[in-house]
């Protein structure tokens, strides 16, 4: 989720949810509440309308016992005089917040309430009562109390007032506890939901945060193996995916870099080591022309023929490391041209076929192609290509008659060319990997299977950056063919029709 959302969510969650909870909470409260009220003082009013007026409901709370006073001064004015029935109406009352005040002539017979009170002094005189149990008198003073007067004659024919006082400050504690646990409600819901979006934000941010505060510490650290992992679909989401990806990406090229300077390690080795062998049969043979030991002309010209095929061995070796590195960054000097395939690769079979009659193998070729078929490639580098997979097959030629085959065919938009041994072959553990660099099959390394381990790597990047592939198969004892295809030249002619 986005931030935006979350905001907005946020916001919403912030006004409407205390909104709603409190409303809730204060319908609950005033349910119950009223319901406490209701048994207590008698009020049955499912409208609440008298909660919006406090006077009102204190006198409703009294309601039922001016009732019953009303009655008893009506009918038994006598009982005014009996203590019992004065104690009894009096409890209720306290109940009510309220107490008995009654009095006969000028004088209270009877006080429902312990210690002197100045509302005592103000009580009203004999008929200035009301029959309406919804009005009465307010007094005001050291202490607040409403007044319900009911006036009515004793036996003897004195004059009486029993007075219920409803005490203010002490009324209806269950208002004063709903109004506590409305207060406390609300607190409480507004610290359920400010806990609320603090979880939320901190899972969905903090989190996060904390792994990519932990993730830059192992980059920091140099230590790439690690995951970010990305759980959310935000901009924290974003940012992990892209650290992730920047991780991995650093991670590879920690590993490419590792790995280059590796394979620079074992091409240096293997340069090092194949340049011994022939730098030490130069040394050895021109130290024999210096002692004097080729005392003849037919052994002189052997040393010299030796010292400069030696010499060759080691330009070839100078060449493939010159090239390597120009492979390596991408920096092969190409210049493509339109071949003729039928001469091209006649001229190179004529090349081929001397040094190979000098070393006693057979050369066969066979062209299967037409005369007039042309590719677009460069030639010095694409008879590299033959030169380096003839080389491979001589090194590895252990027949005592050797022989090398070279096919050429139309396979429709390409030529494939086919270069076939009678070698010793590649097993097949090895064949998925000779035109890795580096990669030897013959670890012997000596004088007549040594070399760099980049020559079919090099052969390999030469013919896909001609737009071709190459392949190779082999069975052991038995020889190798490798394969390679270069698209053919294709002129297109486009008729334009002329209007005279």
Known sequence: MKFKNKIIISFCIIIFVPIFLSVLTIFSVQKIQMKAIERTYGIVDDNYNYLSNTTQLFYRFTKGSFEDLKKVAKENPEKFEDTTYLEDTNAELEKKSSYLVVRKDSALVYIGKDGGSSLLTQLPPYGDNTDNAYSGTYIDGEEQALLKQVDFVYPDESKGSAFIVTVLESSVPELKKMAVDIMIAVLLILVLTACMLTIWIYTSMINPIKKLQAAAQNIKEGNLDFTVEVENDDEIGELCRSFEEMRQRLKDNTEEKIESERENKTLISNIAHDLKTPITAVK??????????????????????????????MDTLINELTLYSKIDTNRIPYNFAKINVSDYFMDCVEELGLDLEAKNIGLGYFNYVDEDVQIIADPEQLRRVINNIVGNSIKYLDK??????????????????????????????????????????????????????????????????????????????????????????????????IDN
Do not use: C
């Open 400 to 497: 005592q008659k050797g022989f090398i085959n070279i096919r050429i065919k139309d396979v429709g938009d390409f030529i494939q060319v086919e270069i076939e041994d009678n070698g010793r072959g590649i097993s097949a553990r090895d064949l998925p990997y000779i035109f890795d660099r580096f990669y030897r099959a013959d670890a012997s390394r000596n004088s007549a299977t040594g070399g760099s381990g980049i020559g079919l790597s090099i052969v390999k990047k030469i013919i896909e950056d001609h737009g071709g592939k190459i392949w190779a198969t082999s069975k052991e004892t038995i020889g190798t063919v490798m394969y390679f295809v270069i698209r053919k030249y294709q002129e297109v002619y486009n008729e334009q029709s």
């Open 284 to 313: 050895g043979y021109a130290e024999g022309l210096m002692d004097g030991v080729a005392d003849t002309p037919e052994k002189r010209d052997k040393y010299i023929r030796t010292i400069y095929n030696k010499a060759n061995e």
